[in-house]
């Protein structure tokens, strides 16, 4: 399934950061992307201790880059450019401790054209990891928020791929129609990069009126500022799941819809609904779920989660620096 995304990288030839350089997760994983060639890695933390994590594991990193915050020859320059970005709420003194933390040092690396795409959070929280990213890089034009969704994916006998699409599952609390809007445009992108041709349902507790509420409101004023928005893409709402999913209850529930029975990306009503969405898929399904995958951004960055392992570092920096 990373196929394409290994092909991308293989054309342009693209520098990863990885926050938590230390890390012996973070170092099988930059060991075996320099092994393979495609993607290369940039550590932050104390070149010493590095070093000593990497031969400990015996990992190679030999000419990998290391950079430490506190040695950092170009500090000043950093400082000055996040004091400018941050537009008076920090000040010189602010900001040079913020950069001193792996997190704020490694995004202001993309932000200078340093690195290309960020990985971080083995060790520090989603906030810890989005902040940076919001204040720094912020959005991309005509973006207002940042989102997410999971790539969730199952083998089958054949050695077929089943692969979905899920948003936002990890950001958004509460999202707005006019944020469900962009959660749906951004999400449908992110799938199209894993080879899925989006058809987007955008689900609630009712499909087509059949249930009443706030929610239910908002996800069919949604579907139709997604179709004023992005006139392109296929999507239906609102939908309950198994009319999304289940060709014989779409025949029955919203017959004609261009997405019922075949939907591939589903967007959800709240992170409640998508949280424990995307984790009963994974548990009760068998899929492997990637992500969260950041959507907005105005560079590719990611979080992981603190109980990843190596083989997830891996991946996920390829999704992160592959869907620039």
């Given at each position: 399934?990373?196929?394409?995304?290994?092909?991308?990288?293989?054309?342009?030839?693209?520098?990863?950061?990885?926050?938590?350089?230390?890390?012996?997760?973070?170092?099988?994983?930059?060991?075996?992307?320099?092994?393979?060639?495609?993607?290369?890695?940039?550590?932050?933390?104390?070149?010493?201790?590095?070093?000593?994590?990497?031969?400990?594991?015996?990992?190679?990193?030999?000419?990998?880059?290391?950079?430490?915050?506190?040695?950092?020859?170009?500090?000043?320059?950093?400082?000055?450019?996040?004091?400018?970005?941050?537009?008076?709420?920090?000040?010189?003194?602010?900001?040079?401790?913020a950069l001193s933390k792996g997190n704020y040092f490694g995004t202001m690396l993309v932000k200078m054209g340093v690195a290309d795409a960020l990985l971080g959070g083995a060790t520090y929280s989603t906030a810890d990891t989005v902040r940076p990213a919001l204040q720094l890089i912020k959005t991309k034009p005509g973006n207002k928020i940042v989102s997410s969704c999971f790539i969730l994916v199952r083998e089958d006998a054949d050695g077929a791929f089943e692969t979905y699409a899920m948003g936002d599952c990890a950001i958004n609390i509460d999202p707005t129609e006019d944020d469900l809007m962009e959660i749906a445009v951004e999400t449908a992108?992110?799938?199209?990069?894993?080879?899925?041709?989006?058809?987007?349902?955008?689900l609630s507790y009712s499909t087509k009126g059949s249930g009443k509420g706030e929610s239910v409101d908002k996800m069919r004023n949604a579907t139709e500022k997604v179709k004023a928005s992005a006139p392109e893409l296929s999507v239906d709402g609102e939908l309950q799941v198994d009319a999304a999913l289940s060709p014989v209850v779409a025949?029955?529930?919203?017959?004609?819809?261009?997405?019922?029975?075949?939907?591939?990306?589903?967007?959800?009503?709240?992170?409640?609904?998508?949280?424990?969405?995307?984790?009963?898929?994974?548990?009760?399904?068998?899929?492997?779920?990637?992500?969260?995958?950041?959507?907005?951004?105005?560079?590719?960055?990611?979080?992981?989660?603190?109980?990843?392992?190596?083989?997830?570092?891996?991946?996920?920096?390829?999704?992160?620096?592959?869907?620039?």
């Amino acid at each position: 399934m990373f196929k394409n995304l290994i092909d991308v990288l293989k054309k342009n030839p693209r520098k990863i950061v990885f926050t938590e350089g230390p890390d012996p997760r973070i170092l099988e994983a930059a060991s075996r992307l320099k092994k393979d060639g495609f993607l290369t890695p940039i550590l932050v933390g104390n070149v010493d201790e590095v070093k000593s994590a990497a031969k400990s594991g015996g990992f190679d990193i030999d000419g990998l880059e290391i950079y430490d915050p506190l040695t950092y020859p170009k500090m000043d320059e950093m400082v000055s450019t996040m004091v400018e970005l941050r537009k008076g709420k920090m000040t010189a003194e602010d900001c040079q401790k913020a950069l001193s933390k792996g997190n704020y040092f490694g995004t202001m690396l993309v932000k200078m054209g340093v690195a290309d795409a960020l990985l971080g959070g083995a060790t520090y929280s989603t906030a810890d990891t989005v902040r940076p990213a919001l204040q720094l890089i912020k959005t991309k034009p005509g973006n207002k928020i940042v989102s997410s969704c999971f790539i969730l994916v199952r083998e089958d006998a054949d050695g077929a791929f089943e692969t979905y699409a899920m948003g936002d599952c990890a950001i958004n609390i509460d999202p707005t129609e006019d944020d469900l809007m962009e959660i749906a445009v951004e999400t449908a992108k992110t799938a199209k990069a894993f080879g899925v041709e989006p058809k987007v349902a955008m689900l609630s507790y009712s499909t087509k009126g059949s249930g009443k509420g706030e929610s239910v409101d908002k996800m069919r004023n949604a579907t139709e500022k997604v179709k004023a928005s992005a006139p392109e893409l296929s999507v239906d709402g609102e939908l309950q799941v198994d009319a999304a999913l289940s060709p014989v209850v779409a025949e029955t529930k919203c017959k004609g819809s261009p997405v019922a029975g075949q939907a591939n990306t589903f967007i959800f009503p709240d992170i409640n609904a998508g949280n424990i969405g995307y984790k009963m898929a994974q548990r009760f399904g068998g899929f492997d779920a990637f992500g969260p995958i950041l959507q907005g951004l105005n560079a590719p960055i990611n979080d992981l989660s603190r109980g990843c392992n190596a083989e997830e570092v891996y991946q996920m920096a390829i999704i992160t620096a592959g869907l620039k």
